[in-house]
């Protein structure tokens, strides 16, 4: 789909928008937001893992688990087992994440899924489980048989991206609804910290779509991809 | 990409959620928040111009003209006419409604330019300029060389889609953090208000998900797709 140029290139922005995007979440969590804990009388200390886990552990870790099978130079058994083991970890970790958030929630008396972001984000994480069960049974364990896996191989990947995207969007939007009640308090519109926020958020979008482009690249160069609409 | 599915049944599902998200955002606007206005005392009715065009006028315009040019049974130099002519109607529009949020800001000592959202819209509303210019420098007026078209249409069909899945997501953005700041003032968080705005940004996602799906189904269910990752 992105004409002759391979996913390498591609591959190694998303490393190096990962690395970016991690420091800049614990750098807000740990020293704008006072650190991070699962018990703890400041119950922001509980919140503060939920922005940790979902971008480290959900969306980077997830990221990496699709582009593991389009850049690593393994085996297709190997490719798919470290495929399948990281996308286990981002869901597991992402769970863990939104159990931090439903924490501070009950423990501070606020009410729970009112907003956007936890609609979405339960429907997500929902349908990343149901991605994973049906890729893991359909392409590892028992497997189906070769004509269905390559009938249903295009629609893996595409639906695949799809909740990885609304993924993405669950996170922006979530960066964006704490600022907002951030500033809502009083937080400085133009200060540091929310110039720190903005832009994790930025980078985030940004390593969202690098990982997107390695999906939709050819592995190698040579590879040509028909496009029929021309 | 979408295995053999024709672009069809995408199509039609696109047109009833658009209607439904116009009406929704009309109901929320108009009903909820007191009407739309460009000259006002009380400013909120200039803000109120803000999601209205940006919605119809920027996204549903947007992917209709999206959808227009795989779905419509006519030949291709019609269909790239009407494609560029709805996708300049949405670029004017998106910049009207644009306009409405500074205005609103400027006149209420608000500031500008300081949220994701913003940010983000100002980046796609540019975006969105660069690829309609370069699309009719390339397809239109006065046209590449049909090597460089071709080697240039699927990169068109790419930065396009990314563009407008940008667009959505900037969208569902404004909804968040308008409705988080109605909320900061006391509107209820279960309210009818706040499950209509939360509704009409899910829909409108279903909306850019089945555009996006007709971008990338055929338009006959005969053609075939190849896909080299299996």
């Keep these: 789909m992105a004409g002759r140029m391979g996913a390498m290139p591609f591959t190694i922005v998303s490393h190096v928008l990962a ?19 699962w018990e703890a009388t400041n119950k922001s200390l509980i919140f503060n893992i939920h922005p940790v886990l979902m971008l480290i552990g959900f969306i980077i870790l997830g990221g990496e688990a699709i582009i593991s099978y389009k850049a690593l130079p393994l085996s297709k058994e190997v490719k798919k087992l470290i495929h399948l083991t990281l996308h286990a970890f981002a869901l597991i970790l992402g769970i863990v994440g939104i159990s931090a958030a439903f924490k501070y929630h009950n423990e501070s008396s606020i009410a729970n899924l009112y907003s956007l972001h936890s609609w979405i984000g339960i429907g997500v994480i929902c349908l990343y489980a149901i991605q994973w069960i049906f890729g893991f049974a359909m392409f590892f364990y ?57 832009f994790t958020a930025l980078v985030t979008i940004l390593f969202g779509a690098f990982v997107v482009l390695t999906a939709v690249s050819p592995a190698h160069v040579e590879e040509e991809f028909s496009y029929s609409s021309i």
């Design 19 to 37: 690395i970016g995007a991690a420091i800049m979440v614990l750098v807000w969590c740990i020293h704008f937001r006072g650190g991070l804990a």
């Design 142 to 198: 028992p497997g189906g048989s070769a004509g269905v896996r390559a009938e249903s191989l295009p629609w893996h990947v595409l639906f695949g991206l799809f909740v990885y995207i609304l993924a993405l969007a669950t996170a922006i939007l979530g960066f964006l609804e704490k600022l907002t009640f951030l500033e809502s308090s009083g937080l400085a519109k133009y200060g540091n910290e929310a110039f720190l926020v903005n």
